[in-house]
């Protein structure tokens, strides 16, 4: 697992290809496996794979240029009916999109997040364009994808930033 959490990197160039259904699914249920708090599972889901909606997503937030070439998105939602709060909400949600990156690395896909909350203006664009509901609290958008480029892989590594309270 070590390994795929090091290869994992921001990509966002891909190829012209769309991403099997099983592939997605599985991505899915890594996600769906992450921790919540207090077991809440507030997390909800919308694949998007409608190339005009992906090309409109980068009037909602000037981070997510590289939608223009995913053949598919997951955008990941909290339910704030079943979160303890709006920042649990978010806590929960990122715990799922680091697990659906790391499965994306496992099953040859690139990724790229990109943070909508707690910015309110991409909150609520993203809640707008997309007809969420006013307890779904939109966290984040990853665009997933067969990779289109090569990064040299960077060691994160940092025994600096270690410290232990005995």
Request: proline share 5%; hydrophobic share 40%.
């Amino acid at each position: 697992m070590l390994k795929e959490i090091e290869q994992r990197q921001s990509i966002r160039k891909y190829l012209n290809k769309p991403v099997e259904p099983e592939k997605i699914l599985e991505l899915l249920k890594a996600a769906m496996n992450a921790p919540t708090a207090r077991n809440t599972q507030e997390w909800k889901f919308k694949v998007i794979t409608n190339s005009q909606a992906l090309n409109d997503m980068t009037k909602l937030s000037p981070y997510t240029t590289m939608m223009k070439e995913a053949p598919c998105a997951i955008l990941v939602i909290a339910d704030l009916n079943k979160a303890i709060s709006p920042e649990y909400g978010l806590i929960n949600c990122s715990a799922a999109i680091e697990n659906l990156l790391i499965e994306a690395v496992n099953q040859g896909l690139g990724c790229c997040w990109c943070g909508i909350a707690p910015v309110s203006e991409r909150i609520e664009g993203f809640k707008n364009y997309y007809n969420l509901a006013d307890n779904e609290y939109p966290v984040g958008v990853v665009a997933v994808g067969y990779s289109n480029e090569t990064k040299p892989l960077i060691d994160r590594f940092d025994s600096k930033n270690i410290s232990y309270f005995k």
